[in-house]
């Protein structure tokens, strides 16, 4: 059986594409980060870096039960063990694996630094902000150039698709016009149109139209709790 610990982040719906994707049975358990329920101790055992989301499978490996944190990670292992989303070997799989760590490395960190400081800082700072806008318009542009190339990045939809997919929505709050980025748009539009897609924004709701938080929002998550709470 595969529990499963998220929330509605990009990270988080990930997992949610990819397990719906596969069509297995599986029990989410909904991690509140705006109330702090990342700290609680059962979580941190599962997750020791309190981020979401995490995975518990007791049919793992020689019939053993694994746990997992971070999202590649997770994505990797789902890809694995029901053979389908990522080349089982070979150069393919490389190319897969290259594209998911570009979204993991990249991707990931330059949009939440860019969400944090255009949206949900309390303190505006100038610099911050230009830097992160421009390195995001920089990526978009590589994203732009590897999807007029191929039709997936990876060649074939794959779990660099699924991990690259939440992350990429709603361009525009990150200053983003997408009929600047035809490729990217045409292949939004096919991920987006993928059923289990679809169902994936469902499985504990989806993003707010607006990024805000409250500032005991805010303290839970970049605040002086953080480091309390261990």
């Known amino acids: 059986m595969i529990e499963l610990w998220t929330w509605a982040t990009s990270n988080g719906h990930k997992i949610h594409i990819m397990l719906e994707e596969l069509q297995v049975d599986y029990q989410v358990h909904p ?6 329920d990342q700290f609680a101790p059962a979580f941190l055992k599962l997750s020791p870096n309190n981020k979401i ?42 190319d897969c694996l290259k594209w998911l760590m570009f979204q993991m490395a990249s991707i990931g960190p330059m ?3 860019y969400n944090h400081f255009h949206h949900t800082a309390a303190v505006q700072v100038d610099y911050a902000k230009e830097r992160y806008a421009n390195e995001v318009m920089r990526l978009f ?10 039709e997936y990045f990876a060649g074939d939809y794959s779990i660099a698709d699924i991990a690259m997919f939440p992350w990429m929505r709603f361009p525009e709050r990150r200053g983003i016009d997408i009929e600047d980025f035809p490729s990217l748009k045409r292949w939004s539009a096919a991920v987006g149109a993928r059923p289990a897609v679809q ?3 469902k499985v504990v709701g989806d993003h707010p ?3 805000t938080m409250t500032d005991a929002e805010r ?8 480091y309390m709470a261990r």
Not at 219 to 224: D, I, L, N, P, R
């Open 111 to 113: 949009i939440g630094q």
């Open 141 to 150: 542009r590589v994203v732009e150039k590897r999807l007029s190339e191929a």
């Open 199 to 201: 169902r994936a924004f």
């Open 31 to 36: 991690v509140n980060i705006h109330a702090g």
């Open 53 to 94: 989301p995490a995975l518990r499978d007791s049919d793992g490996p020689d019939g053993k039960t694994i746990e997992l944190f971070e999202s590649g990670a997770i994505l990797i292992y789902l890809a694995d063990k029901y053979g389908r989303f990522m080349p089982a070997s070979g150069a393919a799989r490389y």
């Open 219 to 226: 303290e839970v998550m970049f605040g002086k709790i953080q």
């Open 209 to 211: 139209p607006q990024i």
